[in-house]
């Protein structure tokens, strides 16, 4: 009975406030997180939370940097206690594309049977820019993207309008809202892997995520290491320059939607 209770406060004190679902994988970056850490994983020893291989010639460090500094002030999440900052220049190249990408790939804990790319999830994360390393406006970004781009967001070049970060689900725009410098925006993609929609949450700051977009019809799909947390540039021989881009509170829920940030 002893342990039961202790055990019972433990678990309690240790959840998020009001975190709605069950968390199936968890990108957070906690205190004792370092950017070697990134390192360790690669295809034949592949450890959570993150592949990373997408990515320039520099070392991790040049594109990669953790800091409390770097988070959303305001995130009661438990865990979430630095925040990522991932770097794009024109060294960004992977493979000799003529993008220039800097991006995280969620890893699942092998052989537990979790599965990220089926029924009803939310994928949560929160992005922010400064003015240094504020991205460039001419060039198109496609950010938080599945590969099947079925849900992404954008910003710049072609995008509706160019200053906004826009939401595509389908291919075609839904909702946007101005790039602001030192803003940090909190989204959760309400995905439904088995009916094929896809809902945005979105917030900024410390409020409270709210359903902005109604379910949009999308093939929703993803082999459960296809969601880009990070961004790609279409430099295509321009250089767009060097960029910052902000990240924290990413994780995947199942069940009921948490909007507390
Ligand atoms: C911190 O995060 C790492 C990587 O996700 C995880 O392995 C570790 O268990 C976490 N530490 C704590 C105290 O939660
Ligand atoms: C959000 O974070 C800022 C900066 O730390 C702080 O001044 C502000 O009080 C926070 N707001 C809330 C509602 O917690
Ligand atoms: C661009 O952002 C503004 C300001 O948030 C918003 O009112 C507008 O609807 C957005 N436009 C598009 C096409 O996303
Ligand atoms: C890449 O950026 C650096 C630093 O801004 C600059 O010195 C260099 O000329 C650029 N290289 C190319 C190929 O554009």
Avoid: C
Wanted: glycine residues 10%; proline residues 2%.
């Amino acid at each position: 009975m002893k342990s039961t209770l202790s055990l019972l406060s433990l678990s309690l004190s240790t959840l998020p406030l009001a975190h709605a679902g069950t968390t199936l994988w968890s990108g957070l970056f906690n205190e004792t997180f370092t950017v070697e850490n990134f390192d360790k994983w690669s295809w034949s020893s592949q450890i959570p939370p993150y592949q990373w291989y997408i990515h320039g010639t520099e070392s991790t460090s040049h594109y990669l940097s953790l800091s409390d500094t770097f988070k959303n002030p305001n995130s009661t999440l438990v865990g979430d206690e630095q925040g990522l900052k991932t770097t794009l220049d024109n060294t960004s190249s992977w493979n000799g594309q003529s993008m220039m990408r800097t991006e995280l790939i969620p890893q699942v804990e092998s052989g537990a049977g979790v599965d990220i790319g089926s029924g009803k999830l939310y994928y949560h994360f929160s992005l922010a820019v400064n003015e240094e390393g504020f991205p460039n406006e001419d060039i198109e970004h496609q950010v938080a993207f599945f590969e099947s781009h079925f849900t992404e967001l954008k910003y710049g070049g072609s995008s509706d309008v160019s200053s906004n970060l826009t939401w595509y689900a389908n291919s075609a725009a839904q909702w946007g809202t101005e790039l602001v410098a030192g803003e940090w925006y909190n989204f959760a993609y309400g995905i439904d892997f088995d009916n094929g929609g896809v809902e945005l949450y979105a917030s900024t700051g410390a409020e409270e995520l709210e359903l902005v977009v109604d379910a949009v019809e999308a093939s929703a799909q993803s082999n459960g290491q296809d969601w880009h947390v990070g961004v790609l540039r279409l430099d295509n021989g321009v250089d767009g320059g060097e960029e910052a881009w902000y990240w924290g509170g990413v994780y995947v829920e199942e069940g009921d939607v948490s909007l507390e940030v």
